[in-house]
C-alpha cells in the first residue's frame, strides 16, 4: 500500500513507518521542511505541509490508500501555560482540518484515516473502568481530544472510514515518557508519583504500531479504539514492574505537592488516573504481544 504518515518523526510515528517499510510498503511522510520533501534516503517520500497555515501539497498525496495522523505537539513537553494549551489544541485540530479537507476533495480519497486521539478523551475516571463506550471528560485534554476526533468528519462524509485511535501510556525507552522514566530508574532514583493509587492505562511500542496497523487492515473497522495494554495498571504497579526488570530499588516517591509545583496543571495528567481497557480491539480479536506491565517494561528496555 501508499500509506501517508503525519508525525513521523514521532516515537509512535518512528515506529510505524519502519514496520511498514519492512513491509514492503510505500511510505509518504508529511513534512514541514522543504528540504525533507521528494525521495528520502531511507526509501519514504516528503511531502510538504504546514498545519498552522493550512497548507499541504496535495499532489503529493495523489494514490494515498491509506493515512495515519500522528501530528500533535508534545502535551508533556512543556508547562502548561496559555500559549502552550493554544499550541496543544491548534497542533491537533488545525492539523487534522488541513489533512481531511485535502483528503475530502482528492480525486481519489483513500480508504482510511486513522487519526490520533488519547484516553485523555475520557478525563479523569478514579477507579472506573472505561471502554469506548464511555462518555467524554470535561477537562482541558478531554475537551482538545473531542474536537480532535471531530475534525475528522469530513472525511467521514466523504466516504472515507475512519477510526480514532485513543492511545494510554506507551512505554518505551527510546522517548515519550518512559524515556524520561527509564534513565532515573536505571540509577535507582525512580519511585511511584504521588499515592501511586492512579490508575496509569500503558501499552507497549510494539503493541501501539500492531495495532495501529491491524485497525488500518480490518476494513470493518471504525469509530473510536482504545490503544491501552488489556491491564491497566496503578503508578505504584508500574513503578514496582520498573523495578524489577533492572534490578533498582524504588525508595524515592514524589509527592503530589512537588508535582503541583514543578508541573503546574500538566500535574493533573501524572497524579489523575485513567483505567481505561481495549474492548474493542480485544472483541476484534487484536492479540497482545505484551498483554501485562511486566512483558510491557521488558519489551520497552
Known amino acids: 500500500m501508499r500509506i501517508a504518515v503525519t508525525g513521523s518523526?514521532?516515537?509512535?510515528?518512528?515506529?510505524?513507518?519502519?514496520?511498514?517499510?519492512?513491509d514492503g510498503h510505500e511510505v509518504v511522510r508529511l513534512v514541514r521542511h522543504r528540504a525533507k520533501t521528494g525521495r528520502q534516503a531511507d526509501g519514504t517520500v516528503g511531502v510538504g505541509w504546514n498545519p498552522h497555515?493550512?497548507?499541504i501539497d496535495r499532489a503529493g498525496l495523489d494514490g494515498v490508500e491509506a493515512v495515519v495522523n500522528l501530528a500533535g505537539a508534545g502535551?508533556?513537553?512543556?508547562?502548561?501555560?496559555?500559549?502552550?494549551?493554544?499550541?496543544?489544541?491548534?497542533?491537533?485540530?488545525?492539523?487534522?482540518?488541513?489533512?481531511v479537507a485535502a483528503l475530502a476533495e482528492a480525486k481519489q480519497p483513500p480508504t482510511v484515516l486513522?487519526?490520533?486521539?488519547?484516553?485523555?478523551?475520557?478525563?479523569q475516571t478514579g477507579d472506573r473502568l472505561i471502554d469506548?463506550?464511555?462518555?467524554?471528560?470535561?477537562?482541558?485534554?478531554?475537551?482538545?481530544?473531542?474536537?480532535?476526533?471531530?475534525?475528522?468528519?469530513?472525511?467521514?462524509?466523504?466516504g472515507i472510514r475512519v477510526a480514532y485511535?485513543?492511545?494510554?501510556?506507551?512505554l518505551s525507552a527510546a522517548g515519550g515518557a518512559g524515556g524520561r522514566l527509564f534513565p532515573l530508574f536505571r540509577l535507582g532514583l525512580g519511585g511511584r508519583?504521588?499515592?501511586?493509587?492512579?490508575?496509569?492505562?500503558?501499552?507497549?511500542?510494539?503493541?501501539?504500531?500492531?495495532?495501529?496497523?491491524?485497525?488500518?487492515?480490518?476494513?470493518?473497522?471504525?469509530?473510536?479504539?482504545?490503544?491501552?495494554?488489556?491491564?491497566?495498571?496503578?503508578?505504584?504497579?508500574?513503578?514496582?514492574?520498573?523495578?524489577?526488570?533492572?534490578?533498582?530499588?524504588?525508595?524515592?516517591?514524589v509527592p503530589e505537592a512537588v508535582l503541583r509545583l514543578a508541573l503546574g496543571d500538566m500535574s493533573v495528567e501524572v497524579i489523575g488516573?485513567?483505567?481505561?481497557?481495549?474492548?474493542r480491539l480485544l472483541d476484534a480479536g487484536f492479540h497482545f504481544q505484551h498483554p501485562d506491565v511486566d512483558s510491557a517494561v521488558r519489551a520497552a528496555l
Open 75 to 99: 502535551v508533556g513537553d512543556r508547562r502548561w501555560t496559555d500559549a502552550y494549551r493554544q499550541e496543544i489544541r491548534e497542533s491537533r485540530v488545525l492539523g487534522t482540518e488541513t489533512i
Open 273 to 279: 488516573s485513567h483505567r481505561v481497557v481495549p474492548k
Open 193 to 253: 508519583l504521588g499515592s501511586g493509587r492512579q490508575h496509569w492505562s500503558v501499552i507497549s511500542l510494539a503493541d501501539e504500531v500492531a495495532a495501529l496497523r491491524f485497525v488500518i487492515d480490518r476494513q470493518d473497522l471504525s469509530g473510536p479504539f482504545n490503544l491501552t495494554g488489556p491491564e491497566p495498571v496503578t503508578n505504584g504497579e508500574l513503578t514496582a514492574a520498573m523495578g524489577r526488570a533492572l534490578g533498582r530499588p524504588t525508595p524515592f516517591p
Open 53 to 55: 497555515l493550512m497548507q
Open 114 to 123: 486513522v487519526n490520533a486521539s488519547a484516553v485523555g478523551y475520557y478525563g
Open 9 to 22: 518523526t514521532g516515537l509512535i510515528g518512528s515506529a510505524l513507518v519502519r514496520s511498514l517499510l519492512a
Open 165 to 170: 485511535a485513543r492511545t494510554g501510556l506507551v
Open 132 to 158: 469506548e463506550d464511555s462518555p467524554a471528560g470535561e477537562d482541558f485534554l478531554a475537551q482538545v481530544c473531542v474536537e480532535w476526533e471531530a475534525a475528522t468528519r469530513p472525511a467521514e462524509d466523504a
